[in-house]
């Protein structure tokens, strides 16, 4: 009995010991945008492609399958994904990462981050990845559960500018990004 008790103490004394640890020592939290293969390997060109290939595949909220439908942050999470980047799930969370860039100067695969269709809110509620810059005919993919009900690509149009608040940049710039502005046309 005695001995049982004195084990009893030393394994709550060690439980203790590591819950009081955890407190003075939290995990440290996860960094988005970090990619197995270092950003500088991945090319705009092999995310748009692949994004490509998931065209048509139907709008589904809270989803990021193409089995079952992608709403506008699961498609872009698993385009990115994909590449073995660790992005957020969430649309709101993606203003966290990456590099900040101003729109003129956005490139095909960087990410577009619009608020969400209430007017009166500038909360981040919808995104997409920038397809083409070249002039003034800017497209990007997504996915959107407006008429097209799906993965689509879309223009920048008023309404689209209107609710535009941020491009981000994962992807490192490379030389070839030219080239897949000037195959769209």
Known sequence: MRKSLIILLFVGALCFNKAYAAKLNPPAKTK?????????????????????SLLGIRYRTASSSPKHGFDCSGFVSYVFRNFNFIVPRSSCEFAKVGVKIRLEDALPGDIILFTGTKKHTRKIGHMGIVWSTVGDDFKFIHSSSGKKHGVTISSLDATYKRRFVEVIRLLKPNTSQGAIQQALL
């Not at 090319?43 to 994004?51: G, K, N, V, Y």
Request: cysteine-free; hydrophobic content about 50%.
């Open 32 to 52: 988005f945008a970090a990619t197995a293969f270092g950003a500088d390997s991945v090319t705009s060109e092999s995310i748009l492609q692949f994004a490509e």
